[in-house]
Structure formats: C-alpha cells, structure tokens
C-alpha cells in the first residue's frame, strides 16, 4: 500500500465511509445553538473508541494516523498548569505570568552538577548544536537543541544576551506556525479531528509553550530579557492571536522596568483586539448587536465571548485601549497609522463608532460623513508622504473590518474606494476577503421573536448585493482570483436566493481551485521525498526535510478540505427545497438535464450511490459498481507512487525499483 493509502485509508474504509444521500425534510430543532453544541460535544465525547482508533492507529495499518506537528500543545501536560481556562472569569482580570521567577540553584529536574566526562562530553555537543543552528538559520535544528539541553546545568550559563535575541528571532512563527494557520483557517475543531488532524488552536498553543519554556529555562540560569526579546515575544504571541499571554508577558515587561517602544505597543495591541482569531468558537463572533453586547458585558460568559469584555465588570478592551494610549504620550512614544488602526478596532469592539470617525478626521483627515453625503471638495487634504501616519493596506483593511463588523457594509465600500483611489493604494485580496464576509453575513436573514427582540437584522442586505460585490472583485481593475472560502459563500448565498443556475458556474471555478490545490499537494509530496533522499545522501540539511515536511502536510490539508468542500457543493445541488408552485419549464429543465448534467461532471466528488428528490419523485444512481471502485483506488495509488525522484538511478542504502520509483518513506504519517 502507497503512502496516499495509508494517509486516506483503504479502498473498502474509505467507501465504507461515504454513506448515501438523502434528500430528506428534517424535523425543526427549537434547541437554542449553545444547548445543541454543548450535546454535540457530549456525544462526540461518548465515541472514545472510535477516536482511540484513529489516535493509535499504526504506520503499516489502513487507519489514517492523525498529524502530530512539532507544537502540540495537547500532549504538553505542563501546558495546564501554565493557562487559565477559558472559562474562567479571572484569567481576564489577573494577567497570567508569561513565565516564573526561577531561582538561580538547580531545581530537581536539573542534574547537581557536572561530575563525569560523559556529562562535559554531553554538554559540549549540546552547545555546539546551538551555536551551528544559529550559524545556518536552522529554526527546526535550533529547537530540537533547546530541548536536548534543557536539562543540562550550565547550558543557559555562558549565553550572551546577543545570542538569546538570535534564539527569539530565529524562532519566527512566520515561518514555524503561519504554514499552519493558511491550511487550518476556518476549519472547526471537530472538522479537524475527522479529517485527522490536530486543531489549529492546540498547534498554536503548543508553539507559544514552546517559546515559554525557552524563555523559563534562561530565567532559571540568571539569564533577563531584554527590549529586543520582549518584541519578538510579542510578536510571536500576536501571530497566535493569544491575547490572555500578551497580558501575562506585558505584567513582566513591568516587573522588569522595561519601558516598552512602538512596535511593543502595537503588538501587544493587536494581541488584544484579535485574540481568540484562531479559535472555532470565538472567530466567528466579531459582530456587534445588542445580543453579543450584552453576552459580553455579562460576569460569566460564555466560550463564545471570552476573547474580550464590554460592560461594568473588569477591565474593557477600550479601557486597555485607553491605558496603552495614555502610557505611550506619558513615555514619549510616537505612535504610527498601524497604532491608530489598532485604536480604531478596539474602539469598534465596543460599537463607539464615533470615536472611529474622529480617530480618521485628526489623524487621516477623512471626513466619514462628508465623503457618505457625496459632498464634492476640491481638494482634498492628504497626509504627505513622510508621515507615520501615511495610509496603507493596513487602514483598507481595518475600515472593511471595522464597519463590516459594525453592520455598516455600504460605509466600507465607499471609504476603502475613497481611500484606494486618493492614494492609490491597489486594494488586497485580503480587504476584498473582509468585505465580502460581511457583506455575506449581512445577507443571511433571521427570522422569529428573537430576530427582532436583538435586531439581528439591523444592516442586512439583499442577498443579490453579495453577488454583485464578487463580480466587482473578479473583473476590471481588480481581476482578483476567488479563493474556496469566498466561493463556498457564492454557494450558499445563490441557493439561499434560487440562483440555481450561477452554483453551477461556481462549481466550476470551485473545481479549478481543488485541480490546483492537488497539483500542489503531490508536487510538495515529491519536494519531501527529493529532500529526505538528498538528505540521506548527504547533499540536503535535516532543516530542508522539516520544511518540506511542514509544506507537504499544509498541502494536504488543503487539499483534503476542498475535497470536502466539492462534496458539499454538489449535495447543495442534489438538495434543492421542493418547489411550492407549479413547476415550470425551467424547473423541468434543471430536475431532468442540469443536475444529472452536474452529477456526471463532478462524479469523483460523489458516491458510488447517490438519492436525490426531483419534481416526478426520488431518482436514485449508481455511478460506480464495486470493481470500479477497486480499480479507481488501485489507479490512486499508483498515481501517488509514479513521482520519480532526482537522480533515481543513485542509490546509497535505499532501494529503487526497477522503475526508478523510491519505496515510500514510513513512518512521517
């Protein structure tokens, strides 16, 4: 069996898996969504067999083995004693110690001394490896050097404080968690946990522990932080999205009379405005209503609203706003366009819009109101060049963020088109994603008491304004490319509207995206097999065969989610609502030509049986009898197995098949 086999399973599991589709009414739930998730997560608790399954499964067995990256923080047992619960209502008000106050003597963990020539012989190799690490910018190498030595007394000793710096900065989570946070974005926990992989949240968790017991262990040998290593510290903590760390790390900085400089505040800002980004319960709950207000303004909340606080108990994100500004003009320091941007979205969390539109008319001289009256000025003022305060993709992306969040959608497209085109700033993918989702989230309708007991409808939009927004962003000037996230809201938007006929051609765009995303991901299966034979011949360093690995498994996921995606896409299709008027030629056309026409298109997205309920009754298909299946799985594996590596006539302790094929490489999986 190939390694694609092992990783996805056997031919009779995976059709095992796939059960058929029904096209079935289902019966209303009047369960309120924190009572059906809490159940959800008890019956997801009560299959510990199944997991136990999954998590044990072998490396020459069938099972998908779940992705263990080298930050986990699920299987760090320390990593427990070292945060507070979510839940907890404390962890907001008492910052938790980034690290503790070690004393100098050996604690019990550490040997007493260094008494044999082994012990001197261990240490030696041990600082070598940290010294050559730094030397080739190795961060995986650097890691695996730390954690060797971590136990050895005097290892830390002889540390300059340059070095400790080169450690921090070498420990980029550009480059060690980011590969992590494009694959897992948008992906819940339990999505994660079928697919077999680790949360995105435990991989970022565990890299943050990771740098604490770094940071821990030079406190224990003497060793303090300096300005340098607090802002790479803060950085990697804002990149994770931890807000509650950047509290604990920010109480040290204090302790040890640290005065904090720009890029300190503005991290540590943003940790605060986005903590919880990352997060499948909290990411999702950024919009300002009356009900989210008062969830968060209350003593207890709940794990949907713990990211951040509004109200009379503790201390608000606006409050913490106010404090930072305030120590910054007290120190003297200058602030920037993205402190202010920052400053606006803390302001923003708490609905204070008005303090928003003040923020731009002093520092970006944007009158909000004017440039929505359509009041023509002559000129404009404009910040000059030279100016921190001069606007970039930075402020595009905060105002979509902003107002989106604030309901206010028509705002967002008028002043980011304003300030695009007074600047001449191009407009990123990553502001069209913002304005977009909310613009998505402002077209779903909400129906009921509650709906208008919370005004959850206050800003919606018709559902067609969604579609007119993506047509702007894929033609002239943008020509910008969709990405499956924003196709995935096409999706349900034109099925929520009946625009039947546009989902098809989504589905086809979506099909052009999963085609590359796999193109991807094989090409990055034969850079990891390239890379661990070069290193096994000595040509390549085990830094190589760490990234490609990384590079190989993100790959995967993606490619692995889009897969699901498909498949979701074309039961939209199959699950077309039952009309409530007399049917038309229309819908004739599209129950007996246009879905069998979709089906067969994307048949290798389906089952070998589907059901779906047309117009005249339910139609049920059978794309693929039991050999085809077998042979189709048995096509896969060679596919997967026909990449030849570099140079595949070269052979140094590993075997090469007559075809010039490596075996597969066991045991990365």
């Known amino acids: ?71 986990d923080a699920s299987s760090d047992k320390s990593q427990k004693n070292n945060s507070a619960p979510l839940t907890d209502k404390s962890a907001f008000y008492q910052p938790i110690p980034f690290y503790k106050t070690f004393p100098k003597e050996p604690t019990q963990d550490l040997k007493p001394e260094v008494t044999s020539d082994s ?13 050559e690490a730094l030397a080739r910018r190795e961060p995986y190498r650097l890691l695996t050097a730390l954690q060797a030595g971590r136990n050895s007394p005097g290892f830390y000793d002889d540390l300059p404080s340059t070095t400790i710096t080169e450690i921090l900065k070498l420990l980029d989570p550009d480059y060690l968690v980011s590969i992590y946070q494009d694959a897992y974005y948008d992906m819940s926990d339990s999505k994660a946990f079928n697919m077999g992989r680790v949360p995105l949240q435990k991989v970022l968790e565990g890299y943050v522990a990771s740098l ?78 009356p009900y989210t207000m008062l969830a968060r303004s209350r003593q207890k909340r709940g794990s ?49 819009m008005g303090g928003v539109k003040d923020v731009l008319a002093s520092i970006f001289l944007l009158d909000v109101d004017a440039i929505m009256s359509d009041s023509s000025i002559a000129k404009p003022p404009l910040v000059p060049t030279s100016s921190p305060f001069y606007p970039t993709e930075t402020l595009l992306f905060t105002i979509a963020h902003i107002f989106g969040s604030n309901n206010d959608i028509p705002a967002a497209l008028r002043l980011v088109d304003h300030i695009s085109q007074l600047y ?8 069209w994603r913002e304005l977009l989702y909310w613009t998505f989230v402002l077209t779903v309708p909400h129906y009921g008491r509650l709906a208008a007991e919370w005004f959850e409808n206050i800003g919606s939009l018709p559902g067609t304004s969604f579609n007119q927004l993506f047509k702007t962003m894929i033609n002239s000037p943008y020509d910008l490319t969709p990405t499956m996230e924003i196709i995935k809201w096409l999706m349900s938007n034109s099925r929520r509207i009946g625009e039947w006929d546009l989902m098809r051609v989504y589905i086809g765009r979506a099909k052009k995206i999963y085609s590359a995303s796999r193109d991807e991901h094989l090409a990055a299966y034969k850079d ?14 085990r830094e190589r065969v760490h990234h490609a690995r990384a590079v190989f498994e993100s790959k995967d996921v993606i490619r692995a989610r889009n897969l699901r995606t498909m498949r979701g896409f074309v039961h939209m299709i199959l699950g077309k609502p039952t009309l409530a008027h007399i049917p038309t030629d229309n819908d004739l056309q599209w129950d007996r030509r246009d879905v069998p026409d979709i089906v067969w298109e994307n048949r290798k997205f ?34 997967a197995m026909s990449y030849v590596v570099d140079n595949p006539t070269t052979t140094t302790g590993q075997l090469v098949d007559t075809h010039g094929v490596e075996p597969p490489i066991r045991g990365f999986l």
């Open 528 to 541: 990891y097999l390239n890379a661990e034979r070069h290193h096994m011949l000595g040509r390549a360093s």
């Open 212 to 289: 604490r017991n770094i940071v821990a262990n030079m406190s224990r040998a003497g060793k303090r932080l300096r300005l340098a290593d607090y802002r790479c510290l803060l950085r990697a903590i804002r990149v994770c999205a931890l807000g509650r760390e950047s509290e604990g790390l920010w109480a040290d900085m204090k302790k040890a009379a640290i005065v904090p400089d720009t890029a300190c505040y503005n991290e540590y800002l943003a940790a605060t405005c986005w903590d919880g980004l990352h997060s499948s319960t909290t990411r999702h709950s950024f919009r300002l209503t």
């Open 424 to 431: 001449s700033l191009p407009v990123p993918l990553a502001t």
């Open 1 to 71: 069996m190939g390694p694609f086999s092992t990783l996805l399973g056997s031919a009779e599991l995976r059709s095992a898996s796939r059960a058929p589709w029904k096209s079935q009414l289902q019966p209303v739930n009047w369960t309120c969504s924190e009572c059906r998730s809490r159940r959800a997560l008890q019956r997801r608790n009560q299959h510990t067999d199944a997991q136990a399954q999954i998590l044990s499964a072998s490396k020459d067995g069938p099972q998908r083995a779940i992705y263990q990256p080298i930050f």
């Open 119 to 131: 012990d001197f012989e261990y240490l030696r190799t041990r600082k070598a490896e940290l010294r």
């Open 304 to 352: 949907k609203f713990v990211n951040y606080r509004v109200g009379k108990y503790g201390m608000t994100i606006k409050a913490v706003m106010t404090r930072l500004v305030q120590e910054m003009r007290k120190n003297g320091t200058p602030a920037n366009e993205e402190t202010f941007a920052h400053v606006m979205t803390a302001l923003s969390r708490e609905g204070d």
């Open 606 to 639: 389906v089952p070998h049986l589907i059901r779906y309920r047309t117009i005249g009754g339910v139609v049920e298909l059978e794309l693929r009898n039991p050999e085809e299946i077998e042979e189709s799985a048995r096509t896969a594996d060679l596919t």
